[in-house]
Every structure is written in structure tokens, then in C-alpha cells.
């Protein structure tokens, strides 16, 4: 199994985004698959989820209405567009394969990608 994340940048408040994740070595159609970010100096915090067909999509309140999460299981890709970024947004950024759902999320996914860094600055 391997998450390969591309697309982060530097950006200025306001600016756009559009993270990708390249899924190889397993049935990707078959997982949900979640976006999670870490901030310097803080613990991971999950930021999106899309089913396996890409019907159904979660958001964390802190990005709902910014932050779009779509996949394209022909590509074996799963995409996070951001838009109307924040300072706050800053964080290294994970795709990751979702296998269960519990009552902790984390640990509910068990392959990560290495993350892409997103820096927003003015």
C-alpha cells in the first residue's frame, strides 16, 4: 500500500489549494478515505472523509464550506480542493486509508501518506 500526496505550497490568505493523493497496491475503489492535517506544535485533527463511491462527504466544522474532498476511483486519486484558505489552515497534510469506524477516529485508518505541507501567509 502506498499514499503519495502532492499539491501543497505556500499560499496567501484567501488563495487556493488543490491537494492530490496517489493510491497504489490496493483496490482504492473499494476504502473510504479521509484527509487529516497536523499544525505545528499540535495533534493530528481529521478534516474530511468521502465514501468509497464519493457519494457521501464529511467535513470538519472548521473547513465545511471551504474545503471540497472528491476522489476519482478510474485514477485511484483522491483530491481536497481548499479554497478562502486561512493562516489557521496551516498544517502538514495526510491522506489516509480509512478501514473501521470507531469511537477514535485516528485510529481508524491504518496506511498514511508522508503529507504535504500547506502554508498560509501573507
Known amino acids: 500500500v502506498q499514499l503519495v500526496e502532492s499539491g501543497g505550497g505556500m499560499v496567501q490568505p484567501g488563495g487556493s489549494l488543490r491537494l492530490s493523493c496517489a493510491a497504489s497496491g490496493f483496490t482504492f475503489s473499494s476504502y473510504a478515505m479521509s484527509w487529516v492535517r497536523q499544525a505545528p506544535g499540535k495533534g493530528p485533527e481529521w478534516v474530511s472523509r468521502?465514501?468509497?463511491?464519493?457519494?457521501?462527504?464529511y467535513y470538519a466544522d472548521s473547513v465545511k464550506g471551504r474545503f471540497t474532498i472528491s476522489r476519482d476511483n478510474a485514477k485511484n486519486t483522491l483530491y481536497l480542493q481548499m479554497n478562502s484558505l486561512k493562516p489557521e489552515d496551516t498544517a502538514l497534510y495526510y491522506c489516509?486509508?480509512?478501514?473501521?469506524?470507531?469511537?477514535?477516529?485516528?485510529?481508524?485508518?491504518?496506511?498514511w501518506g508522508q503529507g504535504t505541507q500547506v502554508t498560509v501567509s501573507s
Open positions: 468521502i465514501s468509497t463511491g464519493g457519494g457521501s462527504t
Open positions: 489516509a486509508r480509512r478501514v473501521s469506524y470507531s469511537s477514535s477516529w485516528y485510529n481508524d485508518h491504518d496506511y
